[in-house]
Nanobody, 126 residues
Framework: QLQLVESGGGLVQTGGSLRLSCAAS????????MGWFRQAPGKEREFVAA????????YYAESVKGRFTISRDNAKNTVYLQMNSLKPEDTAVYYC???????????????????WGQGTQVTVSS
């Protein structure tokens, strides 16, 4: 359906910033709400942030609220995750994902995922 490729991960010190990008291929990208998830070694994959198809609604996990910002540029078929004030506990592989169904106007919680990207590693040193 949609192919998603994450980029922008890397190694950063505590308090630093990174911007993750997720580039999508497919003409239906603009119709889907998008989200970011993360998974640390030995841990369950957890929800991070989501954004509606038009960018008008966002939702964040409490652990990142106030520090992370999800955004999208539908003209570029790209969704972003701006991560500020990074902490060691943010260390994980970050995955972007599509909503399971198109046309979501309001994001009120974690997405039911339709497609996953391959992930990009974020490491925050103490």
């Amino acid at each position: 359906q949609l192919q998603l490729v994450e980029s922008g991960g890397g190694l950063v010190q505590t308090g630093g910033s990174l911007r993750l990008s997720c580039a999508a291929s497919g003409r239906t990208f603009n119709n889907y709400a998008m989200g970011w998830f993360r998974q640390a070694p030995g841990k369950e994959r957890e929800f991070v942030a989501a954004i509606s198809w038009d960018g008008g609604s966002t939702y964040y996990a409490e652990s990142v609220k106030g520090r992370f910002t999800i955004s999208r540029d539908n003209a570029k078929n790209t969704v972003y995750l701006q991560m500020n004030s990074l902490k060691p506990e943010d260390t994980a592989v970050y995955y972007c994902a599509t909503d399971r169904n198109p046309g979501r106007w309001v994001v009120r919680g974690p997405l039911n995922v339709g497609s996953w990207g391959q992930g990009t590693q974020v490491t925050v040193s103490s």
